[in-house]
């Protein structure tokens, strides 16, 4: 599945498009940095509350090519500056991190 398809699919606010036809095959929810550095698996989608440049960061340490950010929370334009530079598309839900991930669960398998 695409970032794009990803998109739709989960009615997703797109903050920051710069990765859209990217393949992902795996998602990594966490809302601790180090956690997300140490075992996110590279390629993943990055579900967490972290709104902020250094999560931008992490992404790129971990060749993740889009960020889910969860509760509708605000998203800093340093934080999509930073995305649009290193090509990570951000985008935002009002689901949390427990049904955004369930839902990207059962579309992935299903592929």
Not at 16 to 24: A, F, K
Not at 30 to 37: C, E, K, P, V
Not at 75 to 95: L, V
């Amino acid at each position: 599945m695409t970032i794009k398809q990803m998109q739709e699919k989960l009615n997703l606010e797109g903050v920051s498009l710069d990765s859209e036809n990217s393949e992902i095959t795996e998602v990594y929810t966490s809302d601790l940095l180090s956690d997300i550095m140490g075992n996110a698996p590279e390629n993943s989608v990055l579900v967490t509350i972290q709104a902020h440049k250094n999560t931008v960061a992490v992404a790129t340490l971990k060749e993740s090519k889009a960020i889910i950010i969860c509760n509708n929370r605000p998203i800093p334009e340093d934080m999509i500056e930073a995305a649009k530079s290193e090509e990570i598309s951000i985008f935002r839900t009002e689901m949390n991190q427990y049904q955004i991930s369930g839902k990207l669960y059962s579309l992935i398998e299903s592929i």
